[in-house]
C-alpha cells in the first residue's frame, strides 16, 4: 500500500498548500506521515457516535455523510463530504464525535494517527495554522447550512446545496464541465434538507420544468448557473476555495 | 420496500412520476400528513389567500390510497389596514 499512501499525502499536501503556502521543511514533514489506506463499501460505517476513533480521515475519492439520529429513526444529514476532505480534524480535541460518518458511495479514506498528527503540528506551526484554517472552513459551511435550514424555503435550500457542490467538485477537479456527480438520493436530499421526501422530489421538478438543472443517472447538470446561483443567493466567499480555482468556475 | 406515488394538486397538478419508498401504507400517510404543510408553509407566502393542497397516494398498481386536503382561508378584514 506504498504507493497509494504516498500519493495520499501529496494530496494532502496540495490540499493544504492551497489554504496556506507551505515551506519545504513543512511539506516534507507531511511527507512523514504514517497513513492506513482502506477502501469503504457504500453504506458502510466509518465512525459512530460517541465512539472515539484514534484517527482523523482524509478522503481520497468517494463521498461521505455526517448525520446525527433520533429516537424515532429521523435523521439529520449534518455535512456532505468529497475527495480532499478532512471531516473529523476536531476529533484531534474532541475525542467522542458526537456524529456518525459513513460511505455514500464505495469511497478510499487514508486515516491518519492523532499522535502523529499532533507532533507534526506541534513542530510546525504553519502547518497546524492550516489545519485550523481547515476546521474553521468546515464550521462556516455548517453556517450555510444552519442558516438554509432555519431560513431558506424548499427551492433556495435545495438551489444553494447544487451551487455549493459544484463549486467544492470543481476544486477538486471532479467536475465534467457544468456536470458534476450527485450520488446523493431523494431521501438522502431530504435529510440534508430537511424536508420530506415528496416535498423533495416536487422541488426537484420545480428546477427541472425551469431548465435550471437536470439530474440524470446520478449525475447533476447545471443548466443555468446564472439563474440557480441568483435563486440561492449562493455566494462562494465562505468556502475559500484556492483564487485560481474559484475564478475559473462561477460564471 | 414498497414505493408511492403523490400527486400534488394546488391550483395545478403535479403528476408524481417517481414516487418515494415507503416501509408500508401508514409510513405512506405519515408523509403525505408531513409533505401536504410543508409544501403549504414554502408555498402560501407567494401567493393568494385562498388556496387549497390536495394529495393523492397511489401504490405501486396505481391504486389511489390515501387522499387528504389541506385549505388556508385568509380574509382581510379592514379595508383601511389593507391600503
Request: proline share 3%; aromatic share 4%.
Given at each position: 500500500m506504498l504507493a497509494p499512501q504516498n500519493d495520499s499525502l501529496d494530496r494532502l499536501i496540495r490540499k493544504l498548500d492551497g489554504i496556506t503556502r507551505l515551506s519545504e521543511a513543512d511539506k516534507q514533514a507531511i511527507r512523514g506521515l504514517p497513513v492506513i489506506v482502506k477502501t469503504i463499501g457504500p453504506g458502510q460505517a466509518i465512525l459512530h457516535e460517541g465512539d472515539p476513533s484514534p484517527y482523523c480521515c482524509l478522503i481520497l475519492n468517494g463521498w461521505t455523510l455526517c448525520q446525527q439520529l433520533l429516537s424515532d429513526g429521523k435523521r439529520q444529514i449534518l455535512s456532505v463530504h468529497v475527495a480532499n476532505d478532512m471531516p473529523d480534524l476536531q476529533s484531534l480535541h474532541l475525542p467522542y464525535p458526537d456524529f456518525g460518518m459513513f460511505a455514500l458511495t464505495g469511497a478510499t479514506i487514508a486515516f491518519v494517527p492523532h499522535v502523529e498528527l499532533r507532533a507534526l503540528m506541534a513542530a510546525f506551526p504553519t502547518v497546524s495554522a492550516v489545519f485550523?484554517?481547515?476546521?474553521?472552513?468546515?464550521?462556516?459551511?455548517?453556517?450555510?447550512?444552519?442558516?438554509?435550514?432555519?431560513?431558506?424555503?424548499?427551492?433556495?435550500?435545495?438551489?444553494?446545496?447544487?451551487?455549493?457542490?459544484?463549486?467544492?467538485?470543481?476544486?477538486?477537479?471532479?467536475?465534467?464541465?457544468?456536470?458534476?456527480?450527485?450520488?446523493?438520493?431523494?431521501?438522502?436530499?431530504?435529510?440534508?434538507?430537511?424536508?420530506?421526501?415528496?416535498?423533495?422530489?416536487?422541488?426537484?421538478?420545480e428546477l427541472r420544468a425551469e431548465n435550471l438543472v437536470r439530474l440524470e443517472s446520478r449525475r447533476l447538470e447545471i443548466r443555468d448557473w446564472g439563474a440557480l446561483s441568483a435563486m440561492a443567493e449562493f455566494n462562494p466567499h465562505y468556502l475559500y476555495l484556492p483564487k485560481h480555482q474559484s475564478s475559473q468556475k462561477l460564471r | 420496500m414498497p414505493r408511492f406515488f403523490f400527486d400534488i394538486h394546488d391550483g395545478q397538478f403535479t403528476r408524481d412520476d417517481e414516487g418515494t419508498n415507503c416501509a408500508d401504507f401508514e409510513a405512506a400517510r405519515r408523509e403525505a400528513m408531513a409533505s401536504l404543510p410543508e409544501i403549504a408553509r414554502f408555498t402560501l407566502p407567494n401567493d393568494g389567500d385562498t388556496r387549497a393542497f390536495t394529495v393523492l397516494v397511489r401504490n405501486e398498481v396505481g391504486v389511489i390510497v390515501y387522499t387528504a386536503t389541506l385549505t388556508f382561508a385568509g380574509l382581510a378584514l379592514n379595508s383601511a389596514a389593507t391600503s
Open positions: 485550523w484554517r481547515e476546521t474553521l472552513i468546515v464550521a462556516a459551511i455548517h453556517r450555510a447550512w444552519i442558516t438554509g435550514l432555519g431560513r431558506r424555503d424548499a427551492r433556495g435550500r435545495l438551489a444553494h446545496l447544487f451551487c455549493e457542490m459544484r463549486a467544492r467538485l470543481t476544486a477538486v477537479g471532479l467536475n465534467d464541465g457544468d456536470t458534476i456527480p450527485m450520488p446523493l438520493r431523494q431521501t438522502d436530499l431530504a435529510d440534508v434538507l430537511g424536508l420530506t421526501s415528496v416535498h423533495v422530489n416536487r422541488t426537484m421538478r | -
